[in-house]
């Protein structure tokens, strides 16, 4: 019995899979059994969060020479972009670095894939595609309109992604996430860079007393308690989604996609922080603060398209599982970051 395209695997770059979300990819295509490569220039991303077993390259996305290579050496079939900046207020303060290291530096990846003959794209976009949207739970029809240069930079790329698969043979799939969290179950990676803006990780770097209190911007919404409302995916069942993505990329070439990922159910910002408390048995200091500009009242996904694209069932859809794994991996980054490090810096 022969195997359909859907069931094939094949070589898979990730870029930036050192990194928090592209290590949880590496991690769910290496337990499926794909052949898997990382490139990862460490800006932001750690060694010690790629598996000793996959094929590591420093360097930069923007270096096209050494992408080639790259995709010789482990016969890349396809790859899944992670590598960029994601800091909405950074990208408002250095806007340039944002279009550089989220646009042009996606441009030259992207060129080189058609240089190679790299038939499938994964992009990890963003809900900030959508800027303030008019209405929540956000269908992926609603406009596209960013209010700041992190939502550009990333809608830029969709748009080159569609414009590239249109005159080439490559399809792509842009995944746009909502608010990703948690860690790996078996706390193999997690969200490990510091000074993180992420509630969940503040939070619980808060209960574990790494920080003194929580700011929470804004009581005057209108949503049920006054605080902002978001959607909460577990960064492994995100981790999932690409792996199924993936695998619709291969069993159909001539498409491409373009979907939300979240789970379509929204928390306040108080209703973490309370969870938090639940789970740790303990009292997070809270500080009260104005409004952020430009963060809307709610947004939750509307993960329809997924679920009726992929054959996608979240695992760890639970607010408290989120945040006991993430507590987890807390506890786990303060004894990596205690051991010295071996040679090849990989903890």
């Known amino acids: 019995m022969t195997s359909s395209p859907a069931d094939r695997t094949v070589p898979v770059l990730v870029t930036g899979g050192a990194g928090y979300i592209g290590s949880h990819a ?27 077993d ?31 900046s994601i800091v909405v207020p950074e990208s408002v303060e250095d ?9 042009a530096k996606s441009r030259s990846l992207l060129q080189a894939c058609i240089a190679a003959g790299i038939p499938h794209f994964l992009f990890s976009s963003t809900a900030a595609t959508y800027g303030v949207p008019e209405s929540s739970p956000v269908r992926e029809e609603a406009p596209t309109v ?5 939502g550009w930079s990333k809608l830029m790329t969709e748009r080159m992604l569609a414009d590239t698969a249109a005159a080439h043979p490559i399809n792509y799939c842009a995944l746009r996430y909502f608010n990703v969290a948690g860690a790996d179950p078996q706390a193999r990676s997690g969200q490990s860079t510091a000074g993180a803006t992420h509630l969940i990780k503040v939070a619980v770097e808060a209960a574990l007393g ?17 605080t902002g409302v978001r959607d909460y995916i577990h960064v492994s069942d995100l981790a999932d989604a ?16 373009t979907m939300n990922c979240g789970y379509g159910r929204g ?71 205690q051991m010295p490090a071996d040679p090849d810096n990989r903890g």
């Open 95 to 103: 806007p340039l670095k944002y279009y550089g290291n989220n646009t």
């Open 54 to 84: 996959v094929p590591f390259y420093k360097g930069d996305i923007e270096d096209t020479n050494l992408l080639a290579r790259i995709f010789a050496e482990q016969g890349i079939r396809a790859v899944m972009h992670f590598a960029g």
């Open 267 to 337: 928390f306040s910002v108080l209703e973490v922080l309370d969870a938090v408390d639940a789970v740790t048995e303990g009292k997070i200091d809270r500080i009260f603060a104005p409004r952020r500009a430009g963060d809307p009242a709610a947004l939750v996904s509307d993960p329809g398209r997924l679920k009726a694209t992929l054959p996608w069932k979240p695992r760890h859809a639970n607010l408290e599982e989120i945040i006991v794994h993430a507590l987890a991996w807390e506890r786990k980054l303060a004894t990596i970051r």
């Open 146 to 150: 960013p209010i700041n240069p992190y």
């Open 210 to 226: 790494r920080r003194e209190s929580v700011s929470v911007f804004g009581t005057d919404y209108d949503t049920p308690d006054g």
């Open 26 to 52: 590496v991690l769910a295509l290496r337990d499926a059994g794909w052949p898997v490569a990382v490139i990862d220039n460490l800006t932001t991303g750690f060694e010690f969060a790629v598996p000793d």
């Open 242 to 257: 690409h792996v199924l993505a993936l695998k619709e990329l291969i069993a159909k070439p001539q498409t491409s996609m």
